[in-house]
C-alpha cells in the first residue's frame, strides 16, 4: 500500500500526534490522584491513551496477504 498522498501522511502524523495529550492527561491524572482527586482521573486517561494507541495501529499499514479469502468459481 502507498501512501503518497498529502493527506493521508497528514493523517498519519495526526494519529501519532494524539499521543500527546492523552498521555499528557494521564500523567495529570495521575498527579491528581496522588493529591487527592479520584481514580477517575487517572482511569480516564489511561482510556484515552489506549484509544489513541489504537488509532495509530489502525493506521499502520498491515500485510494480510494469507487471509484473502479466494472467491469460488
Avoid at 498521555?23 to 484509544?51: E, Q, T
Amino acid at each position: 500500500m502507498n501512501e503518497t498522498s498529502t493527506s493521508s501522511k497528514i493523517s498519519r502524523v495526526l494519529d501519532w500526534a494524539g499521543l500527546i495529550p492523552s498521555s499528557g492527561l494521564f500523567a495529570l491524572g495521575i498527579r491528581d490522584y496522588r493529591d487527592g482527586a479520584s481514580i477517575a482521573w487517572p482511569i480516564g486517561g489511561a482510556v484515552l491513551v489506549l484509544v489513541s494507541l489504537w488509532v495509530v495501529y489502525r493506521g499502520l499499514p498491515h500485510r494480510r496477504e494469507g487471509t484473502l479469502v479466494q472467491p469460488e468459481d
